[in-house]
T-cell receptor, first 112, second 109 residues
Framework: GDSVTQMEGPVTLSEEAFLTINCTYT??????LFWYVQYPGEGLQLLLK?????DKGSNKGFEATYRKETTSFHLEKGSVQVSDSAVYFC???????????FGQGTELSVKP | NAGVTQTPKFHILKIGQSMTLQCTQD?????MYWYRQDPGMGLKLIYY???????DKGEVPNGYNVSRSTTEDFPLRLELAAPSQTSVYFC????????FGQGTRLTVV
């Protein structure tokens, strides 16, 4: 079946460090891939998306590339800020049908 | 547009009581979902709907019921509340990417 696996958290970084959060997926079809962010006490917000292989999603300095050959969608940011502290969720969505599958979430803590 | 609206934001329920968590979306989305999120954990799918009149179980449906009589509304019913249902509940809707409500923080005591 379909599934999404993220790296274990929490991830603790110093401000301006490079961030990578790994996400791999198993899919029976051709899904779109998403990263969502959840700030403390809030719901999930869409961070970026990619709809097909080799697409790169980007937003607010974050990037992720849809890699079909490695079934991955790793989230990266060149220089994190304290305000990036949140929980990040990788997700897989099929355009047709109801499947919406999330990874377990990775908590990021950025220290000044 | 308001997006996805959940009510109430907070609620304390006694063991054995029942209540309905409300979820409304104004984006004319076909798909709607209910998740629960326990402290420090990811999202667990309770129920989902692919359109008005059609619902299906997710991973953790026991103790919950849903209905979808209109495109806009997808209420979640808790019957005979138990302490294990203490959680934060999120409703989401999508046509393509998903939009989430702000959550309902429910405590069962």
């Amino acid at each position: 079946g379909d599934s999404v696996t993220q790296m274990e958290g929490p991830v603790t970084l110093s401000e301006e460090a490079f961030l990578t959060i790994n996400c791999t997926y198993t899919a029976t079809g051709y899904p779109s891939l998403f990263w969502y962010v959840q700030y403390p006490g809030e719901g999930l917000q869409l961070l970026l998306k990619a709809t097909k292989a080799d697409d790169k999603g980007s937003n607010k300095g974050f990037e992720a590339t849809y890699r079909k050959e490695t079934t991955s969608f790793h989230l990266e940011k060149g220089s994190v800020q304290v305000s990036d502290s949140a929980v990040y969720f990788c997700a897989l969505i099929y355009n047709q049908g109801g499947k919406l599958i999330f990874g377990q979430g990775t908590e990021l803590s950025v220290k000044p | 547009n308001a997006g996805v609206t959940q009510t109430p934001k907070f609620h304390i329920l006694k063991i054995g009581q029942s209540m309905t968590l409300q979820c409304t979306q104004d984006m004319n989305h076909n798909y709607m979902y209910w998740y629960r999120q326990d402290p420090g954990m990811g999202l667990k799918l309770i129920y989902y709907s692919v359109g008005a009149g059609i619902t299906d179980k997710g991973e953790v449906p026991n103790g919950y019921n849903v209905s979808r009589s209109t495109t806009e509304d997808f209420p979640l019913r808790l019957e005979l509340a138990a302490p294990s249902q203490t959680s934060v509940y999120f409703c989401a809707s999508r046509q393509y990417e998903a939009f989430f409500g702000q959550g309902t923080r429910l405590t069962v005591v």
